[in-house]
């Protein structure tokens, strides 16, 4: 929960397009998913979002990460991510 720099930018386009923002946080296992280091997590989200007048929802889910992101983006019309492992120049 450090380092929101994604959710940030994020929240500078949503206030500009007057739209809401939809996270999505991925975690090894289901356990994880409702734990209370999840449940903060949320909680979190929702207050930065709305401390900036923007509406926003942050689903904790497991699986690969890059099928759930192109599983949600027929829903989204934007996907601003952090490269935590960026790949290798090509």
Do not use: Y
């Not at 949503?14 to 356990?31: D, M, N, Y």
């Not at 934007?78 to 960026?86: D, K, Y």
Request: aromatic fraction near 6%; charged fraction near 25%; glycine fraction near 6%.
């Amino acid at each position: 929960m450090d380092n929101w720099q994604s959710l940030d930018q994020a929240i500078i386009i949503a206030r500009k397009e007057h739209s809401r923002i939809f996270g999505l946080h991925v975690v090894a296992t289901q356990e994880e998913c409702c734990n209370s280091d999840a449940e903060t997590m949320k909680e979190h989200f929702q207050q930065h979002c709305a401390g900036k007048g923007v509406e926003g929802i942050l689903a904790v889910e497991t699986g690969s990460v890059t099928s759930l992101i192109l599983e949600r983006t027929r829903w989204t019309d934007l996907v601003c991510i952090r490269l935590n492992f960026p790949p290798d120049p090509q």
